[in-house]
Structures are given as structure tokens and as C-alpha cells.
């Protein structure tokens, strides 16, 4: 199965290539067919829909067809890099062969079983199917215009030789002249449509969609709502995360209603996400969602062929990627991504060693492995992840990045974090260094959930210093009692979002629940419309008010309206003069109450924070508790409720309320 996903490989970056520009552009027709047919026989031997040695065989034969289209083109350094990896291809299905014929002799396919509904998780469907064929697109040779030139008879007199020429100049002059729009005439009116409109009856009646144009509108529509609930499953500011289990059943159910639709529903994905207009990132989410919900290699391949093609005008989309993937119940994924562990790109690297930490997948060598990688952008992904599995290679493995050069966009978030995770020698000093650099905010953030008296002093003291609204949401998770005067003075600050990230960290340190109701501002769409010679007249009124009943008009649309806490001073000095006894200089707070690690599981579990606050959240429990229980806010509900259930029998053991205590590793 190895060699077969490493010939996969090399036959996607072959057909990569050749989907790409080539100058002088070649016809490369024939050899994407052939690629083609490869990718169906690997498909097939891995999937077991046929004799796998026949696969193989089939694979061989159509790589060692597309060698023999592109030989008289080697001289292009493109279709050099081609070949190469056609012959590494062929290398490995050689290895194989020899492997598999080795091998006893193999039992048949055998038939897929019924298909069963995903309830709360998505379930693995497995659809008898031919091996989903995939679509390699060339770009078409330059077309080669043959001019024939006209008939001309030899004249045989100077009146003649004189009759051609003025017939042969008329001709070029004729071709040379713009074309004409018409006579002038217009075609007849057609012939007046006689009403035959009768009750229950229509004159036009549109003729039947053929079965296969309906399972392709099924398809559009489960596919765009799947995309829809890949944007929204992430809870808003103010809205209960369990919620998000409604929208978790529909993309489910949309899922379930393709795998319904047979073969030819997943036939369809592909060309459907190609010839979109706009390579939109939820497009990858939706693809990886659905293909990664449904046996055989070939589903996992529309989603790796479409990522790579998307990839190459929005890079982002490995994180849209990623996000399926981790919630996808592929049996074949980790052989995927272990192929991508040995990428050149460090971005598929990221990507690989995420999904397989996430899903717990990676041995710790692996972890290791990534953590020491030369690019930040990977290490920075498999460090923290190294430091929850308590590997006592995480001291060495920062060690080793800390004295690596520091290039001009390297991102140290993901090595702060493994520091405070694993608690390193030196990370408050590290992190208090950190807080005037380019990733200030979130050095304060993990200061706050790490730190202890003396580090949300400091915080506080930068905050005074020049306050902005990341260092003012530092100072609430600290919670030192300390901080609530001097938060209530930046209420009055002239920057509105300041004096609002005060009222925010104040109410995370005392839960005053001083809240009032503010409007959301509306943004203006701005939608190009055709030019117009009046450039200056005013718009005139909405389509909806022109064309409605003056009894009946719609009503003005209604402002949108947000829950936050009041930036209203003298608010909060009234309920400062009947609660200050409570609080005391020195200690933390959360909500009102002295910090003990149970507080951070209750936000976690009953309060409405947002999914970046809810990942902090977990932070502070390993930092705080120092157990490790698995949790991520990006999981389905299902998980989420199973991990805090975990996490309650490990908070509920104490700790010194209103300290700043850690445990000792």
C-alpha cells in the first residue's frame, strides 16, 4: 500500500505540471489520458475492485504509454521534471508488483454493506462503484490556420491580367473592411401566443430532467450546504456552542443524502468544484468533508487533486483542509498523510503532522521529527502537540528551535505555547520579552494564562503604560483583583475599542454582568452597477417599495443588536462601592470568584465564548491542573461533551483558590 500511495504521488505532481503553462505549448492530450488510466489502476489495486496485480499492471502499462508521448518532447525542462516522475511512478509499481505476487492469492472485492445513517458523527459509507476517474486539464495547442490561396487561371491577354488584378485588390479590400451588423430589417414578429391559461392547467409545460441532471442538482445542493455549515459551525460572540450540533445533523444529513444518490453523486464532485467561478476555500472544506466520509483512495484523491489546484491562487486553503480532515472518519487517511510527512513543501508538511497529532494518529518519533524541522511553520505545529503528549524530548526540541536563526517572518506562537504547556525554565521572561514584538497580543495572552502574581503586575504596569485592546483582554484572564481600578480609569479612554476591551476584561474578572444591549454597525455593500450618463441624480427609492401595495409596505429593516458589557463608568463605580470588600490585591479572580482550575471548565462548558477563547480555556486547565485530557472546540458537540465529562473528574480535585498555582511536572 506504501509504494502504491508513493506512485500515486508522483503521477499527481506529474499531472500537476502538466496542467500548468508550457511555452511553447505542446499537445499534451494523449499523455493526460494516459495518466488518467494510471491513476484509475492504482485506484483500483488499492481499493481491491479488481485483481490487484491486474491494477498494477494496468497502471504500468498506461505510465509506460505517457513515457512514449512525451519522449520526442524531452528537450522542455518542464516535461523533463514530468518524466522523472513518471519514472519514479513506474518504480514503485514495479516494487509493487513484486510485492503483491509474492503475496497468497487474494480473495475478490467483496460487496459493500447497507448503507446506515450518521447519527451525532459522520460515519465511513462504502458505495459499489467503479474507481472515480480523475480529470487532468491541459491546456489545448495553438491552433494552425492553413491559407489557401485562390484559383487563378493564367490570363491570356493584358485585359485580362488587368480584370484580375482589380478583382483580386476588390477581395483584399472587402477583407479588410469591418463586417456589417445586418440590412436594417428585422425578422417578423412571431406569431401571437393564444391564451390558454385555465384553472390547474399550464399552456408551456418545461419538458422531464433526465435522471442523471436530477442527481446532479441533488449533489449541487448537499454540496453547498455542506459548505454553508463548514462557515457556521463555529459559535459567534454570544451564542451557546451546543447550538452548533443543529447545523453539525444537517451537514451530516447532506452527506448521507450523497451517499444515497449512488455513484453517480460522487461522480459529480469533482467537476462540480472545478468549473466553479470563484475557488472559494469553503469549496475545500465541503470537498475534503464529503470525499473524506467515503471508502476507497480515489474519494480522498478529489479532495487532494482539488486542494492543490485551489492551493495555487489561495494558500489558505490548507487550513479549510485541514479542518475537514480532522473530523473525517477515512480508514485510509493516515497512509495520506504520512506520504505528506516527506513533502518538499513545508505547507503540506503542517498540514499532515496537524491532522495526525489531532486525531492522535503520530507516533512520538514522527512528533519529534517535525518539531526539529528546519521551516518554523512546521515546527511551529508539532511543538505544542509534542509538549501534551509529555514527550521529554519537548526540552531539546525547544531548545534546539530557540537557537535556530530567527528569519523576518517566523512565527514563535507555536513554540510559546509548547513552553507554557510543558512549563520551560524561563517562559515568563521569555514572554514578558515578547509583548512589544510583532505577536505581542498573544505573548500577553499566554503570560496571563501561565503567569502568577508578579507577571500580572507586569502586565498591568505595559497595559498602563500604552494600552491596547490586546494587552487590556491579558490583564482580565490574569485577574488580578489589582487591575479593576485601573481598568475602570481606561473606560473614559478616548479610543472606543480600548475603553470596550476594559469593559470586557472587567467583566471577565468580576462577572458584574453590567450589560447592555448595542447595535451592530451595518456595513455598506458596495455592488458595481453599469455606468450611467446622470452620474449626479439621487437613487431612487427600493425595488420592494416601488412595486408594493401603498396599504401593505414592508417595514424598515431592524438593527442588529449585541450583548456586551457597558464601557458606562459610573455603572461600574456604583457596583465598585458595594463589592470591593470582595475583592482583594494579590489574588485572581474569574467571574467574581477566586480562581480555582473548576472555573475555567465551567466557562469552558456553560459560557458563551467564542471558539479561540474556549481553546485558551483548555490552555489554562492543562497549565493550571497539570493533567492532560484531550479537547478541541473544533470537534463535533458529541466529542466535546465526552472530553469535558473527562475533564470534570480531573478539575473537580482543587487547587488554591485566588492563587496562581501550578503544579510541578
Not at 519529534?368 to 508539532?382: F, K, N, P
Not at 476591551?501 to 456595513?523: C, N, S
Not at 470588600?581 to 479572580?589: A, K
Amino acid at each position: 500500500m506504501l509504494e502504491l500511495e508513493r506512485a500515486q504521488g508522483r503521477l499527481l505532481r506529474a499531472s500537476q505540471v502538466l496542467s500548468g503553462d508550457l511555452k511553447p505549448r505542446r499537445d499534451m492530450s494523449f499523455v493526460a489520458t494516459a495518466l488518467e488510466r494510471g491513476f484509475v489502476g492504482i485506484y483500483d489495486a488499492m481499493d481491491h475492485r479488481t485483481p490487484r496485480l491486474t491494477g498494477v499492471q494496468a497502471a504500468l502499462d498506461a505510465i509506460a504509454e505517457a513515457e512514449r508521448q512525451i519522449a520526442p518532447d524531452l528537450d522542455h525542462p518542464m516535461l523533463r521534471l514530468v518524466a522523472d516522475s513518471l519514472g519514479f511512478a513506474s518504480r514503485h509499481l514495479t516494487e509493487a508488483h513484486a510485492l503483491l505476487a509474492a503475496l497468497p492469492e487474494e480473495r475478490g472485492p467483496t460487496a459493500a454493506p447497507d448503507l446506515v445513517v450518521s447519527t451525532d458523527v459522520p460515519r465511513l459509507h462504502r458505495v459499489d462503484r467503479p474507481s472515480l476517474h480523475p480529470r487532468i486539464l491541459v491546456e489545448a495547442p495553438a491552433p494552425v490556420y492553413e491559407v489557401v490561396p485562390p484559383d487563378i487561371t493564367r490570363p491570356k491577354s493584358f485585359d485580362e491580367l488587368r480584370d484580375k488584378v482589380k478583382a483580386l485588390q476588390a477581395s483584399a479590400v472587402a477583407k479588410l473592411a469591418p463586417k456589417s451588423e445586418g440590412t436594417g430589417t428585422l425578422p417578423p414578429p412571431p406569431p401571437e401566443a393564444i391564451d390558454e391559461h385555465r384553472p390547474g392547467f399550464v399552456p408551456d409545460v418545461a419538458p422531464a430532467i433526465s435522471e442523471l441532471d436530477f442527481v446532479h442538482g441533488q449533489v449541487r445542493e448537499c454540496f453547498e450546504e455542506v459548505a454553508m455549515v463548514g462557515m457556521q459551525r463555529a459559535p459567534l460572540f454570544g451564542d451557546p456552542w451546543r447550538f452548533a450540533q443543529i447545523l453539525e445533523n444537517r451537514m451530516l444529513r447532506a452527506i448521507d443524502r450523497i451517499a444515497g444518490l449512488g455513484a453517480a453523486a460522487l461522480m459529480r464532485l469533482e467537476p462540480l468544484v472545478l468549473d466553479s467561478p470563484v475557488k472559494d476555500p469553503s469549496r475545500v472544506f465541503a470537498v475534503g468533508m464529503i470525499t473524506g466520509c467515503f471508502g476507497g483512495r480515489d474519494a480522498l484523491a478529489v479532495a487532494e487533486r482539488i486542494f492543490l489546484d485551489f492551493e495555487v491562487t489561495d494558500p489558505s486553503c490548507r487550513h479549510e483542509l485541514g479542518a475537514a480532515l480532522k473530523l473525517v472518519p477515512h480508514d485510509l487517511l493516515p497512509l495520506t498523510l504520512r506520504s505528506w510527512l516527506a513533502d518538499s513543501d513545508s505547507r503540506h508538511r503542517a498540514l499532515a503532522i496537524d491532522v495526525l497529532a489531532y486525531r492522535g494518529l503520530v507516533t512520538e518519533a514522527e512528533l519529534v521529527q517535525a518539531a526539529m524541522d528546519e521551516d518554523r511553520l512546521v515546527s511551529g505545529v508539532a511543538l505544542p502537540y509534542l509538549a501534551l503528549a509529555r514527550s521529554k524530548a519537548i526540552v531539546d526540541a525547544i531548545e534546539s528551535d530557540r537557537a535556530r536563526p530567527l528569519g523576518e517572518d517566523d512565527d514563535l506562537r507555536g513554540r510559546w505555547l509548547a513552553m507554557i504547556l510543558s512549563g520551560h525554565r524561563g517562559t515568563p521572561q521569555i514572554l514578558a520579552e515578547a509583548i512589544d514584538g510583532p505577536h505581542g497580543d498573544a505573548a500577553a495572552m499566554l503570560l496571563a494564562l501561565y503567569g502568577d502574581e508578579g507577571d500580572a503586575n507586569r502586565l498591568l504596569e505595559r497595559c498602563q503604560a500604552g494600552p491596547r485592546p490586546g494587552l487590556l483582554h491579558a490583564v482580565g484572564w490574569a485577574g488580578d483583583g489589582a487591575a479593576i481600578e485601573p481598568l475602570m480609569a481606561m473606560l473614559d479612554h478616548d479610543d472606543e475599542e480600548i475603553a470596550v476591551a476594559a469593559a470586557f476584561a472587567l467583566e471577565r474578572l468580576t462577572g458584574a454582568h453590567l450589560i447592555v444591549e448595542t447595535e451592530v454597525e451595518v456595513e455598506d455593500i458596495v455592488a458595481p452597477i453599469p455606468p450611467d450618463p446622470d452620474v449626479g441624480e439621487t437613487p431612487g427609492p427600493k425595488l420592494v417599495r416601488t412595486v408594493s401595495d401603498p396599504r401593505d409596505l414592508p417595514p424598515e429593516p431592524s438593527t442588529e443588536t449585541v450583548e456586551r458589557p457597558t464601557t458606562n463608568r459610573s455603572a461600574w463605580q456604583v457596583w465598585w462601592q458595594d463589592e470591593q470588600r470582595d475583592y482583594v490585591r494579590g489574588r485572581r479572580y474569574r467571574h467574581g470568584k477566586p480562581y480555582v482550575p473548576s472555573l475555567s471548565l465551567v466557562e469552558l462548558d456553560e459560557g458563551r465564548a467564542t471558539l479561540p477563547e474556549r481553546r485558551a480555556l483548555h490552555w489554562e486547565l492543562v497549565v493550571r491542573t497539570g493533567e492532560v485530557v484531550r479537547f478541541d472546540p473544533h470537534d463535533f458537540v458529541v466529542v466535546q461533551e465526552a472530553s469535558l465529562a473527562e475533564w470534570r473528574r480531573v478539575a473537580q480535585r482543587g487547587g488554591n483558590p485566588g492563587r496562581w498555582h501550578r503544579p510541578g511536572r
